[in-house]
């Protein structure tokens, strides 16, 4: 059984940085693709960003250029710096793994980010 643990995250105002990270840990990966998504409150879970076990990175577009996932293999962990933050950035941030074939979620980290 696989368990993503997800760190950082919390309050900073407007234009400022939080840096998330999430371990994955339980088995030996051939294969991850591990990244982000996030739901901010009334709103559907939206991909952020994904890092492929191949190197490829991809993004949600307002994400583009603020946010910037890179991944750690030899460590199973993944992070998303996060620059220039503006308040529609603030919701829950759940780590994602596609480990092996199989889905993994992280329990969620709160970013709030003040006007």
């Known amino acids: 059984q696989v368990q993503l643990v997800e760190s950082g995250g919390g309050l900073v105002q407007a234009g400022g940085s939080l840096r998330l990270s999430c371990a994955a840990s339980?088995?030996?990966?051939?294969?991850?693709?591990m990244g982000w998504y996030r739901q901010a409150p009334g709103k559907e879970r939206e991909f952020v960003a994904i890092s492929g076990y191949l190197g490829s990175t991809y993004y949600l577009e307002s994400v583009r250029g603020r946010f910037a996932i890179s991944m750690d293999s030899a460590k199973n962990t993944v992070y998303l710096q996060m620059n220039s933050l503006r308040p529609e950035d603030t919701g829950v941030y759940y780590c994602?793994?596609?480990?092996?074939?199989?889905?993994?979620w992280g329990q969620g980290s709160q970013v709030t980010v003040s006007s």
């Open positions: 339980g088995r030996t990966f051939s294969s991850a693709n």
């Open positions: 994602y793994g596609l480990i092996n074939g199989d889905d993994y």
